[in-house]
C-alpha cells in the first residue's frame, strides 16, 4: 500500500528565516494536498498539486510536486508565528481514499 | 459559507459504552469522510460516504461504523469503547472525488 514520508518530523525556526518541508510518496503521486493543522483543531486546506514539475504559492508558502511526481515540497519565506503549526501532505491512495504523512510540526520563535 | 460542523467538540465516556459523533457538511458537499488521530498513528481512515453510500472503508473493526442521510449529514458511531479509541475524530466534506477534502475542528473523545 502507499505510504508517504515526511521530514523533517519536527522544525524549530526563528522568525524571519526559509523553511522546507519534504513529503515523500512510495508510489506515483496522482494529487498532492497539503494541510496545516493547529493543535487539536480540523485541517486547513493550503494547497493541490496534480501535474509533475507543477508550483503553487499561496502568500508565503509554495509548494512543489516533482515532475517524477513522487516528492513534493513546502517553503515557507520568511517564517512567522502564525506559521506555526503541524504540516500535512495528503494523497490519493490505492484504494481512492485520502491517505496522509505522518506530519511535520513547525514551531516558529521571535 | 458555513464550514464543517462537527459536534459534540469533547466527550468522555467509560470502556463498554457506545458513541455517536455527528459531522454536517458543507452546504452541496456531498462526500463525508471520517479520520482518527492520535499521536502515535497519525491520521487514519475510518469511511467514506457519498449520497448515502458507503464508498469506501478503513482498516479499523465493526465497532466503527457510520451512515449518511439524505442532507448529508453524516453519524459515526463507536460501540463498546475501548481506551484505544481515544483519539480525535475528524469528519471532511468535499465536493467530489477530485475535490480537496475541507475538515471540521474534530470531536475528542477521551475513553476511561
Known amino acids: 500500500s502507499q505510504e508517504l514520508e515526511q521530514s523533517p518530523q519536527s522544525l524549530i525556526v526563528q522568525e524571519g528565516k526559509n523553511l522546507t518541508i519534504n513529503c515523500t510518496s512510495s508510489?506515483?503521486?496522482?494529487?498532492l494536498y497539503w494541510y496545516k493543522q493547529k493543535y487539536g483543531e480540523g485541517l486547513i486546506f493550503l494547497m493541490m498539486?496534480?501535474?509533475?514539475?507543477e508550483e503553487k504559492s499561496h502568500e508565503k508558502i509554495t509548494a512543489k510536486l516533482d515532475e517524477k511526481k513522487q516528492q513534493s515540497s513546502l517553503h515557507i519565506t520568511a517564517s512567522q508565528p502564525s506559521h506555526a503549526g503541524i504540516y500535512l501532505c495528503?494523497?490519493?491512495?490505492?484504494?481512492?481514499?485520502?491517505?496522509f504523512g505522518t506530519g511535520t510540526r513547525l514551531q516558529v520563535f521571535p | 459559507k458555513a464550514g464543517v460542523t462537527q459536534t459534540p467538540r469533547y466527550l468522555i465516556k467509560t470502556r463498554g459504552q457506545q458513541v455517536t459523533l455527528s459531522c454536517s457538511p458543507i452546504?452541496?458537499?456531498?462526500?463525508v469522510s471520517w479520520y482518527q488521530q492520535t499521536p502515535g498513528q497519525g491520521l487514519q481512515f475510518l469511511f467514506e460516504?457519498?449520497?448515502?453510500?458507503?464508498?469506501n472503508k478503513g482498516n479499523f473493526p465493526g465497532r466503527f461504523s457510520g451512515r449518511q442521510f439524505s442532507n448529508s449529514r453524516s453519524e459515526m458511531n463507536v460501540s463498546t469503547l475501548e481506551l484505544g479509541d481515544s483519539a480525535l475524530y475528524l469528519c471532511?466534506?468535499?465536493?467530489?472525488?477530485?475535490?480537496?477534502?475541507?475538515f471540521g475542528n474534530g470531536t475528542r473523545l477521551t475513553v476511561t
Open positions: 471532511a466534506s468535499s465536493l467530489d472525488r477530485r475535490s480537496p477534502l475541507h
Open positions: 508510489k506515483t503521486l496522482y494529487g
Open positions: 498539486l496534480q501535474k509533475g514539475g
Open positions: 495528503g494523497a490519493d491512495g490505492d484504494t481512492d481514499k485520502l491517505i
Open positions: 452546504s452541496g458537499h456531498r462526500s
Open positions: 460516504y457519498f449520497s448515502e453510500t458507503q464508498r
